[in-house]
């Protein structure tokens, strides 16, 4: 437990979302504030919206390269869109 207190071992993205799951919170609550990171909360407006659910557990299923491909397909196409 102390690894994890002290940042030497880290709480992979499932175990935070089944821990914040058990707290009654969402998992970005758990998550420190004000270290200038780019983290986004996970709001309860994206997991209202139809397939926001679906998609958030698909996406917590995937390898961490496979995250950030996601990411930056989706980034690339609101980009696009917005253009």
């Known amino acids: 437990m102390q690894k994890y207190e002290r940042g030497?071992?880290?709480v992979s993205a499932?175990?935070?979302s089944r821990i914040a799951s058990h707290l009654g919170c969402r998992p970005a609550d758990l998550m420190p504030t004000g270290?200038?990171?780019?983290?986004?909360?996970?709001?309860a407006a994206f997991l209202s919206?139809?397939?926001g659910l679906e998609l958030a557990?698909?996406?917590?299923?995937l390898p961490p390269k496979l995250?950030?491909?996601i990411v930056d397909l989706a980034r690339a196409m609101a980009a696009?869109?917005?253009s």
Request: net charge negative.
């Open 57 to 61: 557990q698909a996406f917590m299923s």
């Open 67 to 69: 995250r950030r491909a």
């Open 14 to 16: 499932s175990m935070m």
């Open 8 to 10: 030497a071992n880290r």
């Open 49 to 51: 919206q139809a397939g």
């Open 35 to 43: 270290d200038g990171g780019d983290a986004v909360p996970l709001d």
């Open 80 to 82: 696009a869109e917005s």
